[in-house]
């Protein structure tokens, strides 16, 4: 079948496109192409398309490259004017953007490197369901100035705030979920953070990196295998969601914690009957008590306290 160009005002879209065809139905446009600001090519089977094809839009903003069959390197570093890019449900296992992205979506991809050239705005960025292993998979210039990161489904172990420096004043949403994090380094104080997910992870202790998060309105560690909370942490008075459920606390961790965090009990509280309708998390192991609203076991003092020396060791080197 022949390619379908419909367009509407200043946004184009290119159906029935093949790797074969791309080049003619792209050249088609070449009489409007200063008026292309948004370019549909989403569900073709396209396997690759190169910056050069589309060279000829100067004033290209939106392009959209959903569902397609992208894979290996995708290189749009010298599309300068592009702001969006829509890159979910493809194979593609690098990507280079440039200076002016503002917005990328690439969820549900192979992606294990990003690279974005250094801009001035502020970036979100959706990589949910990629191969990521580490921030620093994202080279400087996508962890500076980033406002949204979902890193969700993902392989990464341990996080380093320090490598989000470059976003301690912009940050305000980082989800982290359902990764293998074992283990939280560096501090900085993101000033605007408000929500922190690092629910379905391998968590054991809640150390002091996580004054990074002092601010934030929304927290989930819930699902990870939590012992222990640095009791010095303090959280912010406009905390609304304190989620801990499915981890194995000591009592004493979470006795400690709660009675030098009042406000902090009296939200996590909130947080389990909003979630459950009940007033504390129903325990897996039906031998475990409670303390406050989530499932805890007093342990042994000397297991309690070598994993306290654990933690402050794993902190210290």
């Known amino acids: 079948a022949i390619h379908e160009i419909k367009q509407n005002g200043n946004r184009y879209k290119i159906e029935k496109v093949t790797d074969s065809s791309l080049k003619q139905a792209l050249a088609s446009l ?6 292309v600001k948004e370019l549909d090519l989403s569900g073709n089977p396209l396997s690759q398309i190169s910056a050069a094809d589309l060279a000829p839009f100067t004033k290209l903003e939106l392009l959209n490259l959903s569902s397609n069959v992208l894979y290996e390197t995708l290189d749009l570093e010298s599309l300068s004017t592009l ?7 493809n194979y593609v296992q690098e990507l280079l953007v440039g200076p ?8 549900n991809n192979n992606i294990s490197r990003v690279s974005c050239s250094r801009g001035q705005g502020k970036k979100n960025i959706y990589l949910a369901n990629n191969k990521i292993t580490m921030l620093r998979d994202l080279d400087e210039g996508c962890r500076s100035r ?5 890193l969700k489904l993902n392989e990464i172990d341990t996080v380093n705030f320090a490598e989000l420096a470059a976003s301690s004043d912009t940050l305000e949403h980082l989800n982290l979920q359902y990764n293998f994090i074992y283990d939280v380094k560096g501090q900085v104080v993101f000033a605007k953070l408000k929500t922190l997910d690092l629910s379905s992870n391998k968590l054991a202790f809640m150390g002091p990196e996580f004054q990074s998060a002092a601010g934030v309105t929304w927290i989930s560690l819930r699902n990870n295998k939590l012992v222990l909370i640095e009791k010095a942490l303090r959280f912010s008075q406009n905390l609304e969601h304190f989620d801990l459920r499915g981890n194995g606390f000591h009592c004493g961790t979470l006795r400690d914690f709660f009675s030098k965090n009042q406000r902090v009990q009296t939200v ?6 909003k979630l459950t309708g009940q007033n504390e998390e129903e ?3 039906p031998t475990l008590g409670h303390y406050g609203a989530y499932c805890c076991e007093d342990l042994p003092a000397p297991f309690a306290d070598r994993l306290i020396a654990l933690g402050h060791h794993h902190h210290h080197h």
């Open 146 to 150: 980033v406002q949204y990161l979902d």
């Open 100 to 107: 002016s992205i503002e917005t990328l979506h690439a969820a």
């Open 83 to 89: 702001r969006t890019l829509d890159l979910n449900n």
């Open 268 to 273: 996590a509280k909130q947080t389990v009957k």
């Open 283 to 285: 325990c897996t192991v």
């Open 30 to 35: 070449r009489q409007s192409a200063w008026n």
